[in-house]
């Protein structure tokens, strides 16, 4: 079945530190890849997303590649702040098929000023 | 664009009694709607899928009679946690998707409910 497997956290970082969270996943086809990000006591807001190989989702300094040939779409950021501090999920949604979203279990990151 | 509430953002009740989540899309048309339960430091557990006008589709293990969700207009979808127990107690998560004016690819999320039943 699909699955999402991310780094395990929590990460800390200091300001301005670069920031990798790495996610792969398994899936038939060709998914569409989002992450997520969840302030505390939020919801979740989409941060970025890519629905096809070699494409690039990026938004707020953060980018992530869909890599068909690793299966992954690590999350990247060069220069982290204190208010990037959050849970970070990584999903998927199977191409042509159901709605769902299957998420990876997140990874919590602080940032220290 | 694309914003989602829920209501109430937090509610405490006594164990036996029913509680009532609301889950609304306040620019878009929601045709599908999605509830998750999140619990403490862990990922999202998806509940159930609503469809306007029709019966929600709930996942392997979550309890129908238990969970009651009800999708009746376009832009309301209603979680009833009906005799609620302490286990229950979590955060409640609701998302959308729509066709027009929004991604189509996207569920947006509202900022989810937490319960807690004493």
């Known amino acids: 079945g699909n699955s999402v497997t991310q780094m395990e956290g929590p990460v800390t970082l200091s300001e301005e530190a670069f920031l990798t969270i790495n996610c792969t996943y398994t899936a038939t086809g060709y998914p569409s890849l989002f992450w997520y990000v969840q302030y505390p006591g939020e919801g979740l807001q989409l941060l970025l997303k890519a629905t096809k190989a070699d494409d690039k989702g990026s938004n707020k300094g953060f980018e992530a590649t869909y890599r068909k040939e690793t299966t992954s779409f690590h999350l990247e950021k060069g220069s982290v702040q204190v208010s990037d501090s959050a849970v970070y999920f990584c999903a998927l949604r199977k191409y042509g098929g159901s709605e769902k979203l299957v998420f990876g279990k997140g990874t919590k990151l602080t940032v220290n000023p | 664009g694309a914003v989602v509430s829920q209501h109430p953002s937090w509610v405490i009740c006594k164990s036996g009694t029913s509680v009532k989540i609301e889950c609304r899309s306040l620019?878009?048309?929601?045709?599908?709607m999605f509830w998750y339960r999140q619990f403490p430091k862990q990922s999202l557990m998806l509940m159930a899928t609503s469809n306007e006008g029709s019966k929600a589709t709930y996942e392997q293990g979550v309890e129908k009679d238990k969970f009651l969700i009800n999708h009746a207009s376009l832009t309301l979808s209603t979680l009833t946690v009906t005799s609620a127990h302490p286990e229950d107690s979590s955060f409640y998560i609701c998302?959308?998707?729509?066709?027009?004016?929004?991604?189509?690819?996207?569920?947006?999320f509202g900022p989810g409910t937490r319960l807690l039943v004493l």
């Open positions: 998302s959308a998707m729509g066709l027009a004016g929004v991604d189509q690819e996207t569920q947006y």
């Open positions: 620019d878009f048309q929601a045709t599908t």
